[in-house]
């Protein structure tokens, strides 16, 4: 579940749970998840819905769930550290250290208190256990890495505010035209560029009003839609919700926009003959994949560049503080040169797989151009702020490509060649904050700081945490006393091993945050690596990929509870087109870290 999240989903993916099960005809009790919807409330441009005051509940059904996870994790950790359950290691702080691990594990694998609440334990209690000091604790939670997440945050709020990914959206829907496998295709398509500097779970909720839209009018126009003025959809709508952008006002689709019908089969009088009936099903079943191909490829598109998902900063941030530059180095061109094509490939894999399964028998256009159009026209023409952010955006991205010094890059131009990507993306930020919306020096600026007031901290804190966590493993021997132990890989075949680090780490976060989970298997898995004599990169490739393999369940990852909510969607179907895109992951994943990886990263 790729979880770089936005206003109000959070990164600790509250669980999207269903109190209520699925009749037999799959339609749930529809007042119940409205509650559970809005009562996590989803922020557009720093403005909650009605129910995003709602306290926070324990994420357990159950209060003695929740008490019981509660008390288990701090007893574990106790026991480690007052020696009760030995462990043999040489510095004694390793069995501490063991212990807040397990600790913070069960915390966040059960959602006991949030996701960034949980992370934050590293600053109370390593300095106890003497493992970091209070100041070494604290500098692991603003790093480089850390910088580059919230200044490309920040840059993405520009293109959010300006309509800029609905604009990029129609352009390509218009190029590709209106058959419905190149509807799918687009949609997949425009979704994943998106995806690679917006967060997932932005994207989805930036991405599936615009795809409900166009969808709303197809099925409309076949007499499968129903409008339930008087009666609550999934996620009944509170309006559209109508935002100033330069003078010009644009619609601004919230994630209550979406659902704001269901779909009826049974009401609607059936069709004239045979044909039409079955053509009516299958547009159903159309709308159910071009929801799914949104979703998806707001994971997929995530795993292209280093900023699109917060395992691979996780990853990114551990390989800078602990990793062997000898094996190969991880900066944004490095992961471009591997993860776009993966991520080229595994959405194109998708793609033809769901074309199989949700296009057959639909022939022609489903949709005339003229939506489209009229779409496109209500955006109105592109103003002098539109302008700036797009040359502001492809400067940032020019100048992380460029920026490597080992490839002669401008990096090497300073001295110690200690620039970053975090001072890019940084950089890019400020000058939005400096640049007029309108005229030259004017007083109207693109961004201000209210733009700015969904900055996710909760990642931030979340990744802070999994440093601070890297940081006292290796300082309290607990890496080195992994390394006698997991030796499991030991003489297992090399084509076997990413599939089988990839089948692990998929299977676990399924349940659990990405970036949690990412948190917690990227310094196990260099210790596994480093004991069992392989390449680190080796697995950390392949784990950290792994760690946005969540397409089965609505909790999984928040583009999925986003896609769920829509109301097209029942659980078992979720979990068997789900299930076969984590196998066709996996697949991808051991072949491109075979071949593509050892080029790039050179292991």
């Not at 900023?307 to 094996?327: F, R, S």
């Not at 944004?332 to 080229?344: D, H, K, Q, R």
């Not at 979340?462 to 966590?469: D, E, H, I, K, Q």
């Not at 196998?583 to 071949?595: A, H, K, M, R, Y």
Request: charged share 15%.
């Amino acid at each position: 579940p790729s979880v770089v999240p936005t206003s109000g989903f959070g990164s600790d993916r509250r669980t999207y749970q269903r109190r209520v099960m699925d009749d037999e005809n799959g339609v749930a009790n529809e007042e119940e998840e409205v509650r559970q919807l809005l009562e996590h409330g989803v922020e557009v441009q720093g403005r909650p819905t009605d129910g995003g005051n709602a306290p926070d509940e324990p994420p357990n059904a159950k209060p003695w769930v929740w008490t019981i996870t509660l008390v288990l994790g701090p007893t574990v950790g106790v026991l480690f550290a007052s020696g009760a359950i030995p462990l043999n290691a040489e510095d004694s702080r390793a069995s501490s250290m063991l212990g807040l691990l397990l600790w913070m594990a069960i915390w966040w694998a059960s959602e006991t208190l949030p996701l960034p609440i949980t992370a934050l334990l590293p600053v109370v209690i390593m300095p106890l256990l003497g493992v970091l000091s209070s100041q070494e604790v604290a500098k692991a939670y603003m790093n480089d890495t850390q910088m580059l997440f919230l200044g490309s945050f920040i840059v993405a709020a520009a293109v959010e505010k300006l309509d800029l990914h609905r604009r990029l959206a129609i352009s390509v829907l218009l190029f590709t035209g209106t058959r419905p496998k190149y509807m799918m295709l687009g949609m997949l398509g425009i979704t994943g560029f998106v995806s690679m500097w917006i967060s997932n779970t932005a994207t989805s909720i930036l991405m599936v009003p615009l795809a409900v839209t166009t969808l709303k009018q197809i099925l409309d126009s076949s007499g499968r839609l129903n409008n339930h003025s008087s009666t609550p959809s999934r996620i009944q709508t509170d309006g559209q919700l109508q935002g100033e952008c330069q003078g010009q006002h644009a619609e601004k689709h919230t994630p209550n926009d979406m659902v704001a019908f269901e779909l009826d089969m049974h009401e609607q009088d059936p069709p004239n003959n045979l044909h039409e009936n079955l053509k009516s099903d299958r547009l159903h079943k159309f709308a159910k994949g071009t929801v799914l191909c949104v979703a998806y490829g707001s994971t997929i598109g995530g795993l292209a560049s280093l900023v699109g998902t917060g395992p691979n900063l996780v990853l990114a941030g551990y390989w800078e503080q602990h990793g062997d530059i000898a094996q190969g180095n991880i900066n944004f061109a490095s992961w471009m040169m591997f993860g776009l094509p993966f991520s080229i490939v595994f959405g194109a894999s998708v793609w033809f797989y769901f074309w199989l399964i949700f296009c057959r028998g639909l022939e022609g256009s489903v949709i005339s151009t003229d939506v489209l159009q009229a779409e496109r026209v209500s955006l109105g023409k592109l103003t002098r702020a539109h302008i700036s952010v797009i040359v502001v955006f492809a400067s940032m991205v020019l100048l992380w490509i460029t920026r490597q010094p080992s490839l002669h890059g401008w990096g090497s131009l300073f001295r110690q060649k200690t620039a970053g990507d975090g001072a890019v993306s940084v950089l890019a930020s400020i000058v939005l904050f400096i640049l007029p919306a309108k005229e030259f020096m004017g007083p109207q600026k693109i961004l201000g700081w209210e733009d700015c007031k969904s900055v996710p901290w909760d990642i931030i804190l979340l990744m802070g945490g999994g440093f601070a966590l890297s940081e006292g493993i290796i300082e309290s021997g607990l890496f080195a006393w992994l390394n006698t132990k997991l030796t499991i890989l030991e003489g297992m075949p090399i084509f076997v091993i990413p599939a089988v680090v990839s089948l692990l780490v998929s299977t676990v976060t399924e349940f659990t945050s990405n970036v949690a989970t990412s948190t917690i298997f990227v310094p196990i898995l260099a210790a596994l690596a480093d004991a069992s004599n392989l390449p680190s990169l080796l697995l950390l490739i392949p784990g950290t990929f792994a760690c946005s393999l969540s397409f089965m369940f609505p909790n999984s990852t928040p583009p999925n509870a986003v896609a769920y909510g829509t109301g097209l969607l029942h659980v078992k179907e979720m979990v068997k087109y789900g299930f076969v895109i984590n196998c066709i992951g996996i697949l991808w994943i051991s072949v491109f870290t075979l071949t593509l990886g050892r080029l790039v990263f050179g292991f």
